[in-house]
């Protein structure tokens, strides 16, 4: 069952990456969730670089995750880090790459904390 749902992901995430690109001035912001943590990274595609990067793992986070429970407010921590990390580079808006993923639950919960970080897409 998981081998089939991750192929469907797999799938799903080709056919977005089609049409995503990130541009120097506007790059793609990329969301990939594992069963604990959620990884965020901002990448410019022509370059093949990581220009910021944050998860629920980051040092900068640690304080911050002891007081929160559940994984929607990890998630929502960790876009408000990956947007601060970008406006820190001058980078204030962005393409969304969801991965694959349903844009529910976690992924919606870190889109909504990049938003309120001030990061725009």
């Known amino acids: 069952m998981i081998k089939r749902n991750n192929n469907s992901r797999l799938r799903s995430k080709l056919k977005t990456r089609k ?7 506007r790059p793609r912001l990329t969301v990939y ?12 595609d022509r370059s093949g670089k990581t ?10 986070l640690t304080e911050s995750l002891k007081n929160t ?11 408000n ?24 639950g976690r992924i919606q919960a870190l889109a909504d904390g990049a938003r309120e970080g001030g990061l725009k897409f």
């Not at 220009?51 to 900068?60: F, P, Q, R, W």
């Not at 429970?69 to 876009?79: D, H, P, Q, T």
């Not at 820190?88 to 529910?104: C, E, K, P, T």
Request: aromatic share 8%; glycine share 6%.
């Open 19 to 25: 049409k995503i690109f990130g541009e120097p001035e």
């Open 33 to 44: 969730r594992s069963l604990d943590n959620v990884y965020a990274q901002v990448i410019d």
């Open 51 to 60: 220009l910021a990067a944050a998860s629920s793992l980051s040092k900068e």
């Open 69 to 79: 429970k559940g994984k929607l407010a990890k998630s929502k921590l960790v876009g």
């Open 81 to 104: 880090l990956v947007a601060k990390k970008a406006l820190d580079q001058n980078i204030l808006s962005v393409v969304f790459d969801r991965n694959g993923y349903r844009y529910h």
